[in-house]
């Protein structure tokens, strides 16, 4: 598995703009889907606009934790950061509303923001481990997570695009 699936996403941008334009650009996307809109899923086994903001929120949340979990781990032990199963998670998301999954990327997607304006280039370069990709840097989440927005972002595109 490679180090970063979503560099591809990224390319070479700054992924500081990214994570930072994510929530207005989900909410310009969806503001104005019906509950029916958001809650259709495309094609059968494909996941609703609902279900990818859900999985926004889910990730954020895990981003959250690899972040402090990185920079908490002593410098001589880099921290292991756990893998998760997606598909697992997408199971249970046909429980989550679109608004509610928003509100609770956005707040913690702020809370994330607040928390890399305090990181500095050396806390960039704290090493961590990825059990499945490998050992990466603080920076490499970040970058992570501007891909994964960026991969997200096209996905609602798409699926609003004639609405």
């Not at 703009?17 to 996307?29: D, G, Y």
């Not at 059968?44 to 889910?58: E, T, Y």
């Not at 928003?102 to 702020?110: G, I, K, P, V």
Request: proline share 7%.
């Amino acid at each position: 598995m490679e180090l970063n699936p979503y560099a591809k996403y990224l390319d070479s941008r700054d992924p500081i703009p990214v994570v930072t334009s994510t929530s207005e650009r989900i909410h310009a996307l969806t503001g104005r889907l019906s509950t029916s809109e958001a809650n259709t899923p495309p094609a059968p086994g494909k996941w609703s606009v609902s279900n990818i903001v859900a999985h926004l929120a889910d990730t954020e949340m895990v981003f959250a934790f690899r972040l402090r979990q990185t920079l908490a781990a002593p410098g001589e032990s880099p921290a292991i950061i756990q893998p998760f199963d997606q598909e697992a998670w997408a199971q249970r998301y046909a429980v989550y509303n679109l608004e509610p999954a928003f509100a609770l990327f956005h707040a913690t997607r702020n809370w994330n923001l607040l928390f890399l304006a305090t990181v500095s280039q050396d806390d960039r370069d704290r090493p961590t481990t990825h059990p499945e990709r490998g050992d990466m840097k603080l920076w490499t989440i970040v970058e992570t997570m501007a891909g994964h927005d960026i991969n997200h972002l096209q996905q609602l595109e798409r699926l609003t695009a004639h609405r």
